[in-house]
Each structure stands twice: as structure tokens, then as C-alpha cells.
């Protein structure tokens, strides 16, 4: 029979050294009350120390939960991360040089949960080559205090791709809804899966141990075996927590029967603001999602970012046609309609939900139709930025998966940021409050998605603003589209450190972005 732990008894059970698995996605399926436990030990008795730290996506609320419980000097010897931009404390660690500090892509670490199981070396990929993860520009290295290679360049059948090793894994740390007797552990009431199973396998095939947070244990064989996740052979421990604050469905919501498939009453799309009725009320967002609309395929299946690219939704909705789309999530979800914020993972009404490490595997193998991404920072290249601003560590996530391989790119992102206003009057922008921050830059901090490699593999990258719409070719970015109302001088070269090819045909934005009513002429041909 399993053990039944409390959280501060589950806290006991790590140890000096090891190397522990927390899993979750910013904070769903995250095992909130055997995390907060463990750092709370280690305020009394300043043990377990010398951890490391094991995440594939980011796990937190940008204050003090998930994995913000651990962030603590001492606790961690050792971070490997996805996704860093939700443990500001753990970032100030890495940026203080005071652990070790990587931040590899979200996808791979799940592979390497999966090959570390399996007993291999580590992953082999071509995801990462030309960012700033390859080894010949910063290997996924946060900080000086970081020596150790974890990423080396190889030559297989002739192309170049790059190995990643294998994970020190000794505790996996994981949540469930329901467990029986046997350790079992069903999912039924958690908007995602992640890659719970991987973790679980990769633990105890390195003789380590795995623990589980769950709602209740019921007795055995009560359980459908088609809806394990987890089965027994695997799970060491779990620990009962009914408490709504510690397991909650995300970090937004107690519990939505929508996230898991169950319909309701309450409405199938999230409202953004600035989808007024009238003109006033657009914003840039909303104006860069419409024309970003336009570049819908029907039949296409899509992964939208965070930021801008959420909007897209919500104008297809609007526009009605967004059921000739699958949108999907990186960590599992497919289907339905992706939501925002801290419930951002999670989908409502969703078709189905796959593990994280089987949804990179679609992703990594180019599945993915069209994937519309933020732009935080963009050179003349064409490189963008979105892991690292100076001392902010945001991470890289699943972004250098999703944009290497999808088979069309969409960057959407404002202008300028930090206090851009902009005004629509008469189907025209006009520019009241220029960005104090310029965005399209020589040259960019960090390369989270490489230029070069789009070319060499012919792949199709747009980027979209409220003003100006760019492409990327051989010469770097050529500017195809203006808005109407913007003066190119002023409004556009001015606002760019470097100056972009313009094209000979340059167009004028369709008028019809800024009016009040709008419906996207979708390319109905996919070809």
C-alpha cells in the first residue's frame, strides 16, 4: 500500500543533495502544499540545503507560490528551468550568482525527463541551434557562476544538432486529484497532465522517489484504469490535501469544470478589453491581433503566446470564425478556447489533453500549421528576444520549440513599449504617446529565436505591429505594410535603431483593421 504523508512529513522525506522535480505549469497541477512545506523546513531547520532545482515550464504566481516557496539561499545549489519569469526570487539568485542556473527550452526538458527514464545519454534535437541555448553563444547559462556544460554541438548524418544531458533526477514532486490504496493516481479534476508520467519514471528508474498531492485516496481497484496518469509501481507516497488554497484547478480558479471538458452554463471565450463597439475603443493590442487575423489558414492548427497573440482569439470569436481553427497549448491542451493570466494553460472545453512531452513531440516534428508569438525586442537580423532584459530572467519557455518548428511564424507586438497611446480616428492610427522604449534594436540581448536558422529552413516569419507589418528575408527585415495615418519617417525609421529593407511594392494596412466593426478576409487557400 502507498504511504499517506502530511505535507510536512513529505517535506521530511527530501534530503542534502538531491535533485528534485517540481512538477506543474505557472499553477496548474502544482503540488502547492508539499512546496510550501519544504521551504518552511527549511526556515526552521535550514534543511534540506544544496537542492537542485528541476521545472519545465514556469511554476508561480510572480509573488510567493510554487516554486517562490524554494526560492531560498542555501535550499538551492542548482536550478535547470523552462521558464524563469514567475520565481522572481529564484531569478535573483541566478542573477546574484549565488546557485548554478540554466534555462534550457521547455520542450526539451521534458524529452530529457523522457530519455532520462529510458535510461539514454541524454536528447538529441536541432531545437536551440543559433539561440542563445547553443553552446557556441551561451550554452543556457544564466550566469558566470554556471560552468558546467550542459549542451554540446554534434554532427549526425551530416547536420548539425545539438545534445543535451541527461537530468541528475533523485525526487520527482507531482499532483493528482485522486489516488487508491495502490498509489495510483487519476487526473480527472486538473486542467492539464503535463509530464507527470516521464517525471515519475525518470525518478524511479534513477532508485529515487516519487510523491504525489492529491485530493483523496479511495480503495483499490475502484479506479478506471484508462484514466491513470500515474500508475502505483511508480509513486512512493501521497499526500492528502483538500484544502481549496492549496489545490486550487490554477492559481485563478478553485475549480472550472470547463478546463477538464465538462460544459456549464458560462460562456465559451475569455473578453479582452479594448473589443469595444465602437472605434475609441481600440487599442494597439487589438489592432495587431486583427491584422494578425488576417494571416489565418482555415483548418490550420495554431499555438498563440501570451500578450498580443491572446487577442487573436477573441477576434476570430467575434468574428465567428474561430471554430475553423484548433488552437492548442503547449502543455497538453487541445482544442477549446486557451485562456490568459494565471489560468493561462489551461482551455476551456477543451478536445482532448495530451502530456507536455507528447504535445513538443507534434510541436518538434512541425505540427504545428501557424504559431502567432510576443516581440519584445527584434535586431535587424530578425532575431527576437523574449528570455532576457538585463537582470530579468523571463526564460525562454516553449518558445524556441514552438517558433523553430511551426510551419509559419507570427511575431505581434507593439511598436515601442513602456507608455505607447495611440488614437483611431477616421479608419487611420495616429500616435499620441510615443514608447519610451524602442523594441527594434542593432542588436538584441538574447537570441531566443534565430533568424538564421528561419532561413535555412525557408520558414515564413511575419512581424506584426499596430503601425507597421515586417518580413524576413535573406537581407534581414523588409517593411511590406503601413498603417494607415503613420508617417514612415517620423513614426516608423525614427523609432528604429537600424534601418530596414523597404519593399518596392510597400502597401498601405487595409483600412477595414480600424474600423469598428471588423471580420478578417482569412486566406481561404492554404497554399
Excluded at 491513470?228 to 484547478?249: L, R
Excluded at 501570451?306 to 487577442?311: Q, R
Excluded at 493561462?344 to 495530451?354: D, E, R, T, V
Aim: charge should be negative.
Amino acid at each position: 500500500m502507498v504511504k499517506k504523508l502530511t505535507p510536512e512529513q513529505a517535506a521530511d522525506w527530501i534530503e542534502d543533495g538531491e535533485a528534485v522535480l517540481l512538477g506543474g505549469f505557472i499553477g496548474s497541477v502544482v503540488p502547492e502544499a508539499i512546496e510550501r512545506a519544504i521551504g518552511e523546513r527549511f526556515t526552521r531547520t535550514h534543511t534540506p540545503k544544496d537542492l537542485t532545482l528541476l521545472f519545465a515550464a514556469g511554476q508561480g504566481d510572480g509573488q510567493g507560490r510554487a516554486i517562490n516557496h524554494l526560492a531560498k539561499q542555501g535550499l538551492v545549489k542548482r536550478a535547470i528551468g523552462g521558464h524563469w519569469g514567475l520565481v522572481p526570487k529564484l531569478q535573483q539568485l541566478a542573477v546574484d550568482n549565488l546557485i548554478e542556473a540554466y534555462n534550457l527550452p521547455q520542450g526539451i526538458i521534458s524529452h530529457l525527463l523522457r530519455d532520462t527514464a529510458a535510461g539514454k545519454l541524454g536528447t538529441v534535437s536541432k531545437v536551440g541551434l543559433g539561440t542563445f541555448v547553443d553552446p557556441r553563444i551561451e550554452g543556457g547559462k544564466i550566469n558566470t557562476i554556471t560552468q558546467k556544460e550542459w549542451v554540446e554541438v554534434i554532427e549526425l548524418m551530416g547536420e548539425e544538432h545539438l545534445f543535451y544531458h541527461k537530468l541528475p533526477i533523485t525526487t520527482a514532486i507531482l499532483r493528482g486529484t485522486t489516488a487508491d490504496e495502490k498509489g495510483n493516481i487519476t487526473m480527472e479534476d486538473e486542467c492539464l497532465i503535463v509530464e507527470s508520467l516521464a517525471a515519475a519514471q525518470a525518478a524511479k528508474n534513477n532508485g529515487g522517489k516519487v510523491i504525489v498531492q492529491v485530493k483523496s485516496v479511495v480503495k483499490a481497484g475502484k479506479l478506471d484504469p484508462h484514466a491513470v496518469k500515474i500508475p502505483g509501481i511508480f509513486v512512493d507516497a501521497v499526500v492528502v490535501c483538500d484544502q481549496e488554497s492549496e489545490h486550487m484547478q490554477t492559481f485563478a480558479t478553485v475549480m472550472n469544470p470547463e478546463f477538464v471538458g465538462i460544459s456549464s452554463s458560462k460562456g465559451d471565450g475569455v473578453t479582452i478589453s479594448g473589443l469595444g463597439e465602437n472605434e475609441q475603443a481600440l487599442d494597439a493590442k487589438v489592432v495587431i491581433a486583427r491584422r494578425a487575423a488576417m494571416e489565418l489558414v482555415p483548418g490550420s492548427i495554431l499555438n498563440l503566446g501570451i500578450g498580443a497573440p491572446e487577442y487573436i482569439a477573441e477576434v476570430a470569436r467575434r468574428a465567428e470564425i474561430l471554430d475553423e481553427f484548433t488552437l492548442t497549448v503547449e502543455p497538453g491542451a487541445v482544442g477549446g478556447t486557451p485562456q490568459s493570466g494565471l489560468d493561462f494553460g489551461a482551455s476551456k472545453l477543451p478536445q482532448a489533453i495530451i502530456g507536455q512531452d507528447q504535445m513538443f513531440d507534434f510541436y518538434d516534428g512541425g505540427g504545428v500549421d501557424q504559431a502567432f508569438l510576443g516581440l519584445a525586442q527584434c535586431d535587424r537580423s530578425g532575431n527576437i528576444n523574449v528570455s532576457r532584459f538585463g537582470t530579468k530572467i523571463a526564460g525562454c519557455g516553449g518558445f524556441i520549440n514552438i517558433t523553430q518548428n511551426a510551419k509559419q511564424v507570427v511575431f505581434c507586438g507593439t511598436f515601442t513599449a513602456q507608455g505607447l497611446k495611440i488614437c483611431i480616428e477616421h479608419n487611420a492610427i495616429q500616435i499620441v504617446q510615443e514608447g519610451k522604449q524602442r523594441k527594434f534594436l542593432d542588436e538584441v540581448e538574447q537570441i531566443t529565436f534565430s533568424a538564421q536558422q528561419a532561413i535555412q529552413n525557408n520558414k515564413s516569419v511575419l512581424y506584426i505591429t499596430e503601425r507597421a507589418v515586417f518580413r524576413l528575408t535573406s537581407d534581414g527585415l523588409e517593411l511590406i505594410e503601413i498603417a494607415p495615418g503613420i508617417d514612415l519617417e517620423k513614426d516608423i525609421l525614427a523609432q528604429m535603431m537600424f534601418e530596414p529593407v523597404i519593399s518596392d511594392s510597400l502597401k498601405v494596412m487595409e483600412s477595414a483593421i480600424y474600423q469598428a466593426q471588423f471580420r478578417p478576409n482569412i486566406k481561404r487557400d492554404a497554399s
